[in-house]
C-alpha cells in the first residue's frame, strides 16, 4: 500500500501539535541547508496550476493558472518571495495556466517563455513584460536551470510538457495529456522526480454529473490521462533513482487523493518512492530534491 509521507499535524492535541511543528521546522532547515532543486505545487487542477522552482539562485513557475494576487499569497504561505521569480514558463493557452502570468509578469518584470503557437492563441496574457519564444524539442536555460519542452496530446494549440535539469536533478512535469506517447515516455525516463497527471477516475467520469460531450472530451486522445492510465505510465517509468511522484491535475467532481493514490500503487511495490497528492485549493509542501 502507498503510505502518506506526510505528518498530518491538523487533529492533534495543541501540545502534540506544537512538538510536531516544531520538528517538521527542523526538517525543513536542514532541508534547505543541502538540496540542489526545490519544487512547491501551489496550485493543481481545473481551477488553476502554477508550480515553483529554485535551484536557489533561479527561481521560476512553470504556468500561473490563478490569479496574480492568490499566487502572490500562495508563495508567501510558503516563506517564498514573488520578487524573488526570474521568469514565468507557459505550458499551452487554457486558462486554468495562464490566467495570472500577464499581471505577474508586469508587477514583476518578469520574463515570459511561450511558444509561439501558445503566445498567439493566449488572448488573456495582456502584454507581458517581455515574451521569450521557445520551441518543443529544443532545450533553453533560465541561468542554471536547463530547460526541455516536449510536445503533448492536449487539444490546445501547441502544449508542452517539460524536463528541468539541474546539478544533476532532472524533474519531469507532464499534465493535461490525453494519453502517454512515445515521446512523453522517452523523455519522461530517469527523472529524480515525476510531476504526473492522475486527473480522473474512469467509473466516476462515466457515472458522474457532467455533460456527454465534457465526458468525451476528458477521455480523448487529447483530454486527461485517467489514474489507471498514471499507473500505466508509472510502470514504464519506475527506476532506483526516481525519489518523488507528484499526482496532479486531480478532478474535483471524478477523481479523490484516495482513489488516485489507489490506482498507481502497484506501480510503486518494493520502491522507495514517496508520492505526493497536489491540491487544488492550497499549496503543497516545498520538496527539496537532493
Known amino acids: 500500500m502507498v503510505e502518506q509521507n506526510k505528518i498530518d499535524i491538523l487533529h492533534e492535541p495543541q501540545a502534540k501539535r506544537?512538538?510536531?511543528?516544531?520538528?517538521?521546522?527542523?526538517?525543513?532547515?536542514?532541508?534547505?541547508?543541502?538540496?540542489?532543486?526545490?519544487?512547491?505545487?501551489?496550485?493543481?487542477?481545473?481551477?488553476?496550476?502554477?508550480?515553483?522552482?529554485?535551484?536557489?539562485?533561479?527561481?521560476?513557475?512553470?504556468?500561473?493558472?490563478?490569479?496574480?494576487?492568490?499566487?502572490?499569497?500562495?508563495?508567501?504561505?510558503r516563506g517564498l518571495l514573488p520578487q524573488h521569480l526570474q521568469g514565468i514558463v507557459v505550458s499551452h493557452e487554457h486558462a486554468d495556466h495562464i490566467h495570472g502570468v500577464g499581471v505577474?509578469?508586469?508587477?514583476?518584470?518578469?520574463?515570459?517563455?511561450i511558444s509561439r503557437k501558445t503566445a498567439a492563441a493566449a488572448s488573456q496574457l495582456g502584454n507581458p513584460h517581455d515574451i521569450v519564444h521557445f520551441?518543443?524539442?529544443?532545450?533553453?536555460?533560465?541561468?542554471?536551470?536547463?530547460?526541455?519542452?516536449?510536445?503533448?496530446?492536449?487539444?490546445?494549440?501547441?502544449?508542452?510538457?517539460?524536463?528541468?535539469?539541474?546539478?544533476?536533478?532532472?524533474?519531469?512535469?507532464?499534465?493535461?495529456?490525453?494519453?502517454?506517447?512515445s515521446v512523453v515516455k522517452e523523455h519522461l525516463k530517469g527523472c529524480t522526480a515525476l510531476i504526473l497527471e492522475a486527473n480522473h477516475d474512469p467509473d466516476m467520469l462515466i457515472n458522474g454529473?457532467?455533460?456527454?460531450?465534457?465526458k468525451q472530451r476528458i477521455q480523448s486522445r487529447t483530454g486527461h490521462l485517467s489514474?489507471?492510465?498514471?499507473?500505466?505510465?508509472?510502470?514504464?517509468?519506475?527506476?532506483?533513482?526516481l525519489k518523488h511522484v507528484i499526482l496532479a491535475h486531480l478532478s474535483e467532481t471524478n477523481n479523490t487523493p484516495q482513489e488516485a493514490l489507489h490506482a498507481i500503487e502497484s506501480a510503486?511495490?518494493?520502491?522507495?518512492?514517496?508520492?505526493?497528492?497536489?491540491?487544488?485549493?492550497?499549496?503543497?509542501?516545498?520538496l527539496f530534491l537532493k
Open 268 to 286: 510503486l511495490v518494493d520502491t522507495q518512492v514517496q508520492v505526493h497528492v497536489a491540491k487544488q485549493n492550497e499549496s503543497g509542501e516545498i
Open 209 to 214: 454529473p457532467y455533460p456527454w460531450p465534457l
Open 104 to 113: 505577474l509578469s508586469r508587477r514583476f518584470n518578469l520574463p515570459v517563455y
Open 135 to 181: 520551441e518543443c524539442g529544443s532545450s533553453f536555460c533560465i541561468n542554471d536551470l536547463q530547460i526541455h519542452p516536449f510536445s503533448l496530446a492536449h487539444d490546445a494549440s501547441d502544449p508542452a510538457g517539460f524536463t528541468i535539469h539541474c546539478n544533476g536533478i532532472k524533474l519531469g512535469i507532464a499534465t493535461d495529456l490525453g494519453i502517454a506517447t
Open 227 to 241: 489514474n489507471a492510465a498514471s499507473q500505466t505510465l508509472l510502470d514504464e517509468l519506475i527506476h532506483d533513482h
Open 18 to 77: 506544537s512538538l510536531s511543528e516544531a520538528i517538521l521546522k527542523r526538517r525543513d532547515h536542514e532541508a534547505e541547508a543541502d538540496y540542489r532543486l526545490s519544487v512547491c505545487m501551489l496550485a493543481s487542477g481545473s481551477k488553476g496550476n502554477a508550480i515553483y522552482l529554485s535551484d536557489g539562485r533561479t527561481a521560476i513557475l512553470i504556468d500561473a493558472g490563478l490569479s496574480g494576487i492568490e499566487i502572490e499569497r500562495r508563495l508567501r504561505s
